[in-house]
C-alpha cells in the first residue's frame, strides 16, 4: 500500500504560479498528477516514469506546467505558471505500482491522494 500526500494548492489571479507537492510513502514505477473540474472527467496533467525520469505532458499544459521527482524525498511536484482560468480543479496525486500500456490515463493508476484544490481567478 502507497500513502501520498498532497500539499500546496490555494488560489492565484490568472498569470500566476503555484507549486504542488506529493510525499508518497514509497517508490513506484509512475507518479502523476490528474485534475478534476466540476461536472468533468478527470484528466491527466503530467506523469514521470521514475526509473529514468521519463515525462509527459497534457498538451493543455506543455510549456506551463513542470513535474519533477525528489528521489531522495521520495516527493513529486508540479510546477504550474502561467496559470489561466480553465486550469482551476482539484488536483490529485496519484501512483501506480506496474508498468502501464497508456499514459496519463486515471485508469492506469492504482493509488491516490486526496486532492488538492487549485482556484484560478480570472
Known amino acids: 500500500q502507497v500513502q501520498l500526500v498532497e500539499s500546496g494548492g490555494g488560489s492565484v489571479q490568472a498569470g500566476g504560479s503555484l507549486r504542488l507537492s506529493c510525499a508518497a510513502s514509497?517508490?513506484?514505477?509512475?507518479m502523476g498528477w490528474f485534475r478534476q473540474a466540476p461536472g468533468k472527467e478527470r484528466e491527466g496533467v503530467a506523469d514521470?516514469?521514475?526509473?529514468?525520469?521519463?515525462?509527459d505532458y497534457a498538451d493543455s499544459v506543455k510549456g506551463r506546467f513542470t513535474i519533477s521527482l525528489d528521489n531522495a524525498k521520495n516527493t513529486l511536484y508540479l510546477q504550474m505558471n502561467s496559470l489561466k482560468f480553465e486550469d482551476t480543479a482539484m488536483y490529485y496525486c496519484?501512483?501506480?505500482?506496474?508498468?502501464?500500456?497508456?499514459?496519463?490515463?486515471?485508469?492506469?493508476?492504482?493509488?491516490w491522494g486526496q486532492g488538492a484544490q487549485v482556484t484560478v481567478s480570472s
Open positions: 496519484a501512483a501506480a505500482d506496474r508498468l502501464i500500456t497508456r499514459r496519463l490515463r486515471a485508469a492506469e493508476y492504482n493509488y
Open positions: 514509497a517508490r513506484t514505477y509512475y
Open positions: 514521470i516514469y521514475t526509473p529514468i525520469s521519463s515525462t
